[in-house]
């Protein structure tokens, strides 16, 4: 035997993997290769079905983005205003701005810690002046005490006028339900006189129309034309010095008051009618033959 194949033999013996246990690593992995490649197949399958539906999902996304778009060059006129808001704009929030700031300076009694809080119940006592639950009730008391029908025609076509004044006020607050400058809750005569929020002021609008109604039909003496006139400025001004109406609450009301009185005179109401209503309204009225 020559000497390089017992050298041979020798390094064989001495060679680990081959021993039993380990001549299965020596052994070509047919098996296991095959399964790796079903693996890879599969892993491939997956890729691409992974890739179908991302490919999907970026054509959804793509299609939803470009739909958002196109909505989003539709906007309503109302949202273009608020993103780039016109000069209309800008002034009429500006506006609204110096009333709020300019109404709750003025509020100097609008609690008794305020800085005019001592002359409060006065200025309280002034606004009740223009109330429209002491001047419905009045206009009907001064109604029954009347004996002439001139004054009963004056009497009656002022009451119809505080009930328009009390209806068109209360449905405007209502439709608008603006707040007043500081947060009070309204006392039981403004719930009946369905005066509860802070635009337009009521009392303003009813001490315009009734002063101008007063001015028209009565006659009086300068000095108390003047005091009417300073009495309707004065109960428009302390619903500001209470803090329950803006200024533009009370302006507001002093032209729908002029509005209101110029709607009486167009459909004034005659003698004969006014004597039908109340005939009507004390049950006194003769039967119809």
């Given at each position: ?37 079903s ?6 399958h ?123 006020v209360?449905?405007?607050?209502k ?17 009946l006189?369905?005066d ?12 315009a ?15 108390l ?22 200024l ?30 109340i ?11």
């Amino acid at each position: 035997m020559p000497a390089h194949q017992s050298r041979t033999r020798t390094r064989d013996r001495n060679n680990v993997l081959n021993r039993p246990e380990f001549m299965s690593l020596n052994q070509p992995l047919r098996n296991n290769n095959a399964e790796a490649r079903s693996s890879a197949r599969r892993a491939s399958h997956k890729y691409q079905h992974c890739q179908h539906q991302a490919s999907e999902n970026a054509q959804q996304e793509s299609a939803e983005s470009s739909k958002e778009r196109r909505e989003s060059v539709k906007l309503p006129e109302e949202d273009c205003m608020q993103l780039n808001p016109s000069f209309k704009g800008i002034a009429m929030n500006s506006l609204l701005a110096i009333d709020i700031c300019m109404s709750k300076r003025l509020g100097v009694c609008a609690h008794t810690t305020s800085s005019w809080g001592s002359v409060r119940s006065i200025v309280k006592l002034l606004a009740l002046t223009g109330h429209g639950i002491p001047w419905i009730f009045g206009t009907i008391f001064c109604l029954t005490r009347s004996n002439t029908l001139a004054g009963q025609e004056v009497l009656v076509n002022l009451l119809l006028a505080l009930l328009l004044d009390v209806m068109t006020v209360a449905g405007m607050q209502k439709l608008v339900k603006r707040k007043g400058p500081w947060e009070m809750s309204p006392s039981f005569l403004d719930y009946l006189a369905m005066d509860v929020y802070s635009f337009p002021a009521a009392h303003a609008s009813r001490a315009a129309m009734v002063s101008k109604f007063l001015l028209a039909h009565l006659v009086l003496a300068v000095p108390l034309r003047i005091l009417l006139v300073i009495w309707a400025v004065l109960v428009g001004m302390s619903r500001i010095l209470l803090g329950r109406h803006h200024l533009t609450d009370v302006g507001c009301g002093f032209a729908l008051g002029f509005l209101h009185y110029s709607l009486v005179e167009m459909v004034w109401l005659s003698s004969s009618t006014c004597q039908t209503l109340i005939s009507i309204g004390t049950f006194n009225w003769i039967p119809f033959y």
